[in-house]
């Protein structure tokens, strides 16, 4: 890497990309002012072309995957990634390495089984939701009350509700950036508690995910306080149609629904963290990631792995460098992000009197698609700098977008603190036929889309370690922060 850095710098073989495609006028002006240096830029560009030649970051996923697997805090798994993560920093050069442990409520599933039993009996193909309480020991048998919608339950009549079993069968739709996700998801999020607030036994719901696979996704719920707690199970998008066209034949359907999952009381976990340190302004940092934790069912490949090794492979080749850029690039594996952001809350307690120096921040954290947009999360005054920073990357076909920035949902803390984020967009549209379930493994992701991603944060990275001013003030913080991922 240093060789071909070098060789690079001497030949002025490689471009900042700024002449990639015509722009607007008040485009050009804005690069034109020329904020950061033009060596960093030539360097930047070229630790995106040396990514593309092959990052490693599939490799490391190869090794996560394989010899980690699923992350569930409190499980073996967990345990196994925080030492994996960190041997892994460790091994790719990082100057400091280090864990630090926070504690949560812990809960593991057990089993789940579901069957229509009249009027046409089938078996169904479901999965608990996460933080479910189970069923009675022997399962609870009572009349489907269907709706289409949360509204429509939250609408209905109690009567048409107590003493049954909830079924919400609203579909998730299909978009490249994931915005079907926040229509539907309240369903699995709220759907439990407004269920029981109504006298239902058990909730059931339609997936929420985006493929027609016999395969369940799970995801977390919130119970509110003060309202009973029921068990909450997803069916599989084939099972939850089987269950509509029982319904819609005009006969009441009885589902039988065994749930059991195991409260794990107060666990220790982690987030992992590796630093590259700045030669000038180490104190000064630019935080990049993904979340270690995933759910059970799969082996975490899209659903963060690819997420972390993306990050870590960005962070290793800007350590690579002849020289580290002014300020400290730092790399955190955030632990328990499914469960509702542990991790993220407890950096941020962590860090709190260090907030003024978190510069700016990215994660990744949706799946393993290409990015397509820069989204930046900072003040006005700031844009002009983004946007040369943006120059850098467009030759790998990403585009400035528009809106305000969501730098991932581990960063939401941070950013509501006043912490500046960029939002590397990736292509989400296959994302949610994989997220959370059983089809989230490792031959659903491409070693050289993974180098693309590898090769935006790494010149995002470093670039931003080397301005030297600030990207956004604390009253910026305010600004919204994005979907709902957790």
């Known amino acids: 890497m240093k060789r071909i850095l070098v060789t690079a710098l001497a030949l002025g073989l490689w471009s900042c990309g700024e002449e990639a495609s015509e722009a607007p006028e008040e485009e050009v002006k804005a690069v034109e002012t020329n904020l950061i240096a033009a060596e960093a830029k030539t360097i930047a560009a070229g630790l995106r072309d040396a990514a593309l030649a092959g990052s490693g970051a599939y490799t490391l996923l190869e090794s996560l995957t394989t010899e980690v697997g699923p992350r569930l805090p409190g499980t073996p798994g967990d345990a196994r990634a925080i030492a994996w993560t960190a041997a892994k920093f460790r091994a790719l050069g990082y ?187 180490a104190q000064e940092v630019v935080i990049i990631g993904g979340h270690l934790d995933s759910w059970d069912l799969g082996t975490g490949a899209v659903d963060d792995g690819a997420g972390v090794v993306i990050t870590m492979a960005a962070g290793a080749m800007i350590g690579e460098l002849e020289e580290p850029p002014r300020r400290t690039i730092r790399v955190v594996a955030f632990g328990a992000e499914e469960q509702g952001l542990f991790g993220a809350r407890a950096y941020l307690e962590a860090h709190k009197d260090e907030v003024q120096n978190h510069i700016i921040g990215a994660e990744s954290d949706f799946g393993a698609g290409r990015i397509w947009a820069f989204q930046p999360g900072v003040a006005e005054a700031a844009l002009p700098v983004m946007r040369e920073i943006w120059r850098v990357l467009e030759p790998l076909g990403i585009e400035f977008g528009d809106g305000t920035g969501f730098g991932g949902p581990d960063l939401i803390p941070l950013q509501a603190a006043g912490m500046a984020v960029l939002g590397l967009r990736q292509d989400g549209t296959d994302y949610f036929d994989l997220h959370h379930s059983a089809d989230d493994t490792l031959d659903k992701v491409d070693a050289k889309t993974l180098d693309q991603n590898v090769a935006a944060y790494a010149a995002f990275a470093y670039l931003a370690a080397e301005y030297e001013g600030r990207f956004n003030a604390p009253k910026d913080a305010e600004k919204p922060l994005g979907p709902d991922r957790e």
């Not at 479901?126 to 949360?150: D, Q, R």
């Open 95 to 281: 100057d400091k390495v280090w864990v630090e442990t926070f504690t949560m409520p812990g809960w593991v599933r057990v089993s789940a089984a579901a069957e229509i039993v009249s009027p046409y009996p089938q078996k169904l193909v479901i999965t608990s939701l996460g933080w479910s309480v189970s069923t009675p020991a022997g399962g609870i048998e009572a009349e489907v009350a269907h709706f289409a919608t949360l509204a429509d339950l939250m609408a209905a009549d109690p009567a048409l509700v107590k003493g049954r079993i909830v079924f919400i069968s609203n579909r998730m739709e299909r978009f490249r950036d994931g915005s079907g996700y926040r229509s539907a998801v309240g369903a699995r999020g709220d759907g439990p508690s407004e269920a029981a607030k109504k006298g239902a036994l058990a909730i059931v719901i339609r997936s929420i995910g985006t493929d027609n696979h016999r395969l369940a996704h799970t995801g977390g719920l919130t119970y509110q306080d003060g309202v009973p707690r029921i068990a909450a199970a997803a069916l599989s998008n084939p099972d939850a149609d089987i269950l509509v066209r029982q319904i819609e034949r005009g006969q009441p359907v009885i589902l039988r629904l065994k749930v059991l999952n195991r409260d794990l009381g107060t666990i220790e976990t982690a987030n992992v963290i590796g630093e590259i340190t700045g030669r000038e302004a």
